[in-house]
């Protein structure tokens, strides 16, 4: 039996949500002891209702996101959220540190890994096994450059990466490289992960299929790590 690690943060009311987005809202739609009033036999049901932003939980974003001629969500190809992936662990660097060429160069020496073309990459950067759920969670994580975000897509060729923070640009940022790259480019990244250092410095496969939303800038995952 193939071992499954959760990636996916869980979802429930004021979780934290990346500023200015939506924030998220569940409630209890209908209850066992009012549908039971409809049914005979002791049948009832429950159900939930919720209100949530395509950008709060684990998610993954979208082309259109922030290229309005981009590609939205449920045309995205499929192949983009599963495959081959490994996880390089970046917290022997400070915390609110810009990450470079170099410092992925490390990481996968200090892994024995190497970056594959077409692989998904996640970088366990501890922001979220550290302050989440707190507010700290929303802020002061590390972030990479645009030239990173350049070197993994254009030159290494990954076709998706992902990591354990609001985003992949540096927390008060006011420019958002690593976005930027993203409307140039097209190829998308995860955010909001959990769990990495699971599996930090290691091969699996990855899975984290989004919803099928029409004209969606993004979408929540389930996120999992298939080891072999």
């Not at 802020?139 to 609001?166: C, H, M």
Request: glycine letters at 8%; a negative charge.
């Amino acid at each position: 039996m193939k071992n499954i690690i959760d990636l996916t943060q869980e979802i429930y009311n004021e979780m934290p949500v990346f500023p200015g987005h939506l924030k998220t809202h569940l409630w209890e739609d209908e209850t066992h002891e009012e549908t039971a009033l409809r049914y005979t036999d002791g049948y009832s049901y429950c159900s939930n209702a919720m209100l949530i932003s395509e950008h709060g939980p684990t998610h993954i974003d979208s082309h259109s996101h922030v290229n309005k001629d981009g590609l939205s969500i449920e045309k995205m190809p499929l192949d983009l959220f599963y495959g081959s992936a490994l996880c390089l662990d970046m917290t022997w660097l400070p915390e609110h540190t810009l990450y470079s060429v170099e410092m992925i160069e490390e990481a996968e020496k200090r892994a024995g890994l190497t970056i594959d073309k077409g692989d998904i990459v996640l970088f366990h950067i501890g922001h979220y096994s550290k302050y989440h759920p707190s507010e700290k969670y929303l802020t002061g994580y590390s972030g990479f450059s645009y030239q990173a975000a350049k070197y993994l897509i254009e030159t290494r060729g990954v076709k998706n990466w992902g990591v354990d923070t609001p985003s992949p640009d540096i927390a008060g940022t006011t420019n958002f490289p690593v976005h930027i790259h993203l409307k140039k480019i097209g190829i998308p990244h995860i955010e909001n992960l959990c769990n990495l250092e699971k599996v930090a410095g290691k091969r699996f496969v990855f899975a984290g299929f989004p919803l099928r939303i029409r004209n969606g800038s993004g979408s929540p995952i389930r996120a999992v790590a298939i080891m072999q």
